[in-house]
């Protein structure tokens, strides 16, 4: 079963304004703007939203409530960034090449830490400027603009970026819990590194002395505001202007609520993100695999170098019309501000635990045609590639070929609360999406590989499905195959599987065209600018890792649903390594 399962709902609490009774947003939910304490001069015409003038209007409306203002700016976080993420931080987050971030930069408090080592590590930005920040507990981020053009997903979420070591005291002070490093070392291998890594970061050692201050953390702290979110309380979001603060302050909350509010900003159209206190998924005992518990406290807040850092990013992929979507890149029509009370009134918290959102899935495991289908169609690609010279590699008798892919959010525990609990970077986890991924494999061997497994979108597991290379010695995604690539690619073997359309098959390897006879066509030739060559010492990274990919497989978001599927009840997908060499 499922570590992380059903939701738990939220009530509104009250929270008192500028002397009169009002409704803050908790974490999760989207209330209604308020009634505006400071009305707007009746002799002022209101600026329309999403013009210049709109910002300058309400900007001076939030100082004229009390509130300090500071201006940022959104960046994109793309696949050429990974550049400055290895160099700083040793790790590229195994971006997703097809859907790059749209970061919020903001400026930093004066009184604020900001760590001078982390400078430019995620996104080059201007002096002052940072895309990771400390949370005054009073404060919030709001950003607001026009959204993109039509896609298939699109998506908003804030991050722990970094945190304290999980035990920093004597007589045995860790970065992270050591019985579950040396787990997941067993489960991960070399992709460890990525996984239990501090800040500054340092390669493996056994004195924990030499260890950077900072664990590395990546983790989620909420259930996120995605495109279905949206849609479900103001509808379809696509090409029009949306409102979103983000903040662990409900009277903060409240009073940018009330001032967007006061200038013609409908309510349903503003979202907001707030930080909880705490935030946990339910466990079942009955879960096989390892499980060290959860830490679902969100902080320490503050701006002093002991209190966790955060990072916002707002992810589109799968548009449409790829013009149009590359010009709204491009432009960014987006504002971003930092604003907190003047006063140093007491913050007041979204006290309320936040519970992890269920995940709404057709059950896969139970349907029999689909199992049997499955297994007959891997057994029909290993025949066909027989009959091409191709044989299963048996070099490695501990391995077991074909393979089950690994499912990160059960097997690794890929789960905010769970990553913190144990000193773990989630990388990013979410619940949008199932994740599966195969350990690095060789490329500079002669060896093929092939993915086979269920398509989500046929099977109504996901709005979209991407299939992707990895380059483990940078743990950076340099290419992804949608489900549109995907979607008829086990079509030829529709005499042997009845249910062919369900499933999809794609090969990768060094040189396709030379298994062209047997790929009908669904097969990735990974090039050495995608992944360097084993024993190119001169490229970046981690030399032991060059010559290797690994291959990664997304279901995004249940149709009609806000949340991705449950892993456990969708079929694994296998990975198949052949070899020219008869067993």
Request: net charge negative; charged share 20%.
């Amino acid at each position: 079963m499922n570590k992380i399962r059903l939701s738990l709902g939220y009530s509104l609490l009250a929270t008192v304004l500028a002397g009169t009774a009002a409704f803050a947003a908790p974490p999760g939910s989207q209330p209604a703007a308020a009634t505006p304490g400071h009305g707007v001069s009746s002799q002022t015409p209101v600026p329309k939203p999403g013009t210049g003038n709109f910002v300058e209007r309400l900007i001076g409306e939030l100082r004229s409530n009390g509130l300090e203002i500071s201006v940022g700016y959104p960046k994109l976080w793309i696949e050429a960034d990974c550049t400055y993420n290895y160099l700083v931080y040793h790790n590229c987050f195994g971006n997703n090449p097809a859907a790059p971030y749209v970061l919020l930069v903001v400026k930093s408090w004066p009184e604020e830490y900001v760590d001078p080592a982390m400078e430019n590590g995620m996104v080059r930005t201007r002096p002052g400027y940072s895309a990771t920040y400390r949370l005054d507990p009073r404060e919030a981020i709001v950003v607001f603009g026009r959204m993109p053009p039509p896609a298939r997903y699109m998506g908003l979420q804030t991050y722990i970026w970094t945190t304290g070591w999980v035990n920093a005291d004597p007589p045995v002070p860790s970065p992270w819990n050591p019985d579950a490093y040396t787990e997941y070392s067993y489960l991960a291998g070399q992709m460890t590194q990525y996984f239990f890594a501090t800040f500054p970061p340092v390669d493996f050692a056994i004195d924990p002395s030499v260890y950077g201050d900072r664990v590395q953390s990546f983790s989620s702290i909420d259930n996120n505001i995605n495109n279905v979110v949206m849609e479900n309380q103001s509808g379809a979001p696509w090409d029009k202007m949306r409102y979103f603060v983000i903040t662990p302050d409900q009277r903060t909350d409240e009073a940018v609520r009330t001032v967007l509010g006061s200038l013609g900003v409908d309510g349903g159209e503003i979202f907001t993100e707030g930080i909880p206190t705490t935030f946990q998924g339910q466990h079942d005992s009955n879960d096989p695999y390892p499980y060290y518990g959860q830490n679902p406290d969100v902080g320490p807040l503050g701006l002093d170098d002991n209190a966790v850092d955060f990072l916002t990013g707002l992810r589109y992929s799968m548009p449409e019309d790829e013009h149009a979507a590359n010009a709204w890149r491009k432009s960014l029509p987006l504002t971003v501000l930092r604003v907190r009370p003047s006063s140093g009134r007491d913050p007041d918290p979204f006290d309320e635990p936040l519970w992890a959102d269920a995940r709404p899935t057709v059950n896969e495991v139970d349907d029999l045609a689909l199992s049997s289908g499955l297994s007959s169609l891997i057994d029909a690609v290993i025949a066909r590639a027989k009959s091409q010279g191709l044989y299963l590699d048996t070099t490695d008798p501990q391995k077991k070929n074909p393979e089950k892919m690994i499912d990160i959010l059960n097997e690794l525990g890929q789960f905010g609360p769970q990553c913190r609990e144990i000193g773990m970077n989630c990388l990013g986890d979410g619940q949008d999406a199932s994740y599966f991924m195969a350990p690095p494999n060789p490329l500079d061997t002669g060896r093929i590989y092939a993915v086979v497994g269920t398509l989500a979108t046929e099977t109504g597991n996901g709005t979209y499905v991407g299939l992707s290379v990895n380059d483990p010695s940078l743990l950076k995604g340099v290419l992804n195959v949608d489900d549109t690539q995907l979607k008829g690619s086990a079509g030829s073997y529709e005499s042997t599987v009845t249910n062919w359309d369900k499933f999809f098959v794609h090969f990768f390897t060094r040189d396709c065209a030379a298994i062209a006879g047997l790929t009908d066509g669904a097969c990735t030739t990974i090039t050495k600018q995608m992944i360097p060559l084993a024993g190119d010492d001169k490229a970046p990274g981690d030399a032991d890792l060059h010559g290797k990919f690994s291959a990664g497989l997304r279901a995004y978001v249940v149709p009609n649903h806000e949340r991705g599927p449950d892993p456990t009840l969708q079929l694994t997908p296998m990975l198949i390594t052949f070899t020219r060499d008869s067993p």
